[in-house]
């Protein structure tokens, strides 16, 4: 865990002195804008429409311009130490107190800078949202959809862990009971922030179950993180959605094919599909047939709305990462992108059981407890290391643009 923390802490980054010269510049820009906004307000004679806009505006500035003048008071603490410092050259005294202020004053002013200089990064409007996450297995037979399963259940004890609703889409089960592909609702503050950077394809190096001769595998499963869509980010209308319901299919016994409880729902405009088949609820069918008729009608009425239902969040998330691609292409990708082939080449992250470690090859991160990030308790050394390299990347974009 040592050699972990320090691998993380060796991606922290510095704020130079050159990034302080930008960043003051842009907080005068944001004192000024503060200030003229704020004249607005003053005058009673201001149009209800430009009042409204720089009403609106000041408020976002608001937790700013609190930050600014914290940092402002806090600066003119530090001159006037430096000041009582030059005047008392002769008191030790009083130099070893106003040195000791000194020092806990410029400690401060770094800790304002810092926070400010993250709030002046750009953020992502859908970070706070929840997501759709997806699991499907890739390269490895077998050995993908049962490493699937593993990763979708360390998405789900990670998502409890954090205090999550996690609600499970889809599943659909290989002939082994692993997951050929698998979905979930997850609910939460700030849940597509923190696991968005979870996208890509996750290598597995393992002696699959079905392995005879003790050989080790390489098998690929693909992660999709989409961020949960509002009904006023995407407008559906009913003439261009296609709804059908088939006969689930997969495991479930005699009782399986019975009922037409699977939903598939077309997107016409765009010709996107979204099947929901939640192989988990095949007992339900099994009530419908022993139920009585009318019984039996509003269950499988129910569970037909229930399906409907968790097809259109999918569909929702699809088309808005979809918009979100388009609008901003160059902080978001489209969720093919995200998917990818299947193929073990396009690997963002090895989880090696024989050696007991996994990789995040974006960052080079390596944790040497398999099973601790596989129980979701570790994984929070990757997300936090992902997330840290995001505000390099932001700092650095930052310090360009001036």
């Not at 698998?182 to 002696?207: D, N, P």
């Not at 989880?351 to 570790?378: A, K, L, W």
Request: glycine letters at 6%; charged letters at 25%; a negative charge.
């Amino acid at each position: 865990m040592i050699n972990l923390t320090l691998q993380i802490a060796a991606l922290q980054p510095q704020v130079s002195i050159d990034l302080i010269k930008i960043m003051d510049q842009r907080l005068l820009a944001i004192e000024k804008r503060s200030a003229f906004l704020q004249g607005i307000l003053d005058q009673p004679e201001a149009p209800p429409e430009e009042y409204s806009r720089a009403n609106k505006e000041l408020r976002k500035l608001s937790s700013t311009i609190t930050l600014i003048n914290k940092l402002r008071i806090k600066q003119e603490e530090i001159g006037s130490l430096k000041s009582l410092m030059a005047e008392c050259q002769e008191d030790n005294d009083m130099q070893d107190m106003a040195t000791e202020e000194l020092g806990q004053a410029m400690e401060e002013e770094k800790r304002l800078q810092t926070v400010l200089l993250m709030s002046l990064m750009p953020r992502d409007d859908a970070d706070e949202r929840g997501c759709i996450l997806e699991v499907r297995a890739g390269t490895g037979g077998e050995e993908a959809s049962l490493f699937a399963m593993d990763v979708f259940k360390m998405y789900e004890r990670y998502s409890l862990k954090k205090g999550w609703k996690f609600e499970v889409v889809e599943l659909a089960e290989s002939d082994l009971k692993g997951f050929k592909e698998a979905s979930a609702a997850i609910t939460g503050a700030g849940v597509y922030g923190k696991l968005k950077f979870e996208s890509g394809i996750h290598r597995v190096q393992r002696v699959p179950v079905t392995e005879k001769s003790g050989r080790v595998h390489t098998s690929a499963v693909s992660v999709a993180i989409l961020p949960q869509a509002d009904e006023v980010d995407v407008q559906l209308r009913n003439e261009d959605l296609r709804i059908d319901t088939y006969r689930s299919g997969g495991s479930g016994g005699q009782h399986a094919n019975t009922t037409n409880s699977a939903v598939r729902i077309t997107h016409i405009p765009t010709g996107m599909t979204v099947a929901i088949q939640d192989e988990r609820s095949q007992h339900m069918v099994v009530i419908l047939t022993l139920a009585t008729s009318l019984f039996a009608l509003l269950l499988f009425i129910v569970f037909v709305l229930k399906n409907k239902a968790k097809a259109l969040k999918v569909l929702c998330a699809r088309l808005y990462e979809v918009e979100r691609s388009r609008v901003h292409m160059n902080r978001s990708k489209l969720r093919s992108d995200q998917i990818g082939s299947g193929d073990r080449s396009e690997r963002i992250r090895t989880y090696n059981f024989p050696q007991g470690r996994v990789t995040d090859h974006r960052v080079g991160i390596t944790y040497h407890s398999i099973n601790d990030v596989m129980q979701g308790e570790t994984l929070d050394a990757f997300v936090d290391a992902l997330l840290l390299q995001q505000e390099m990347d932001a700092i650095a974009s930052f310090s360009s643009t001036i």
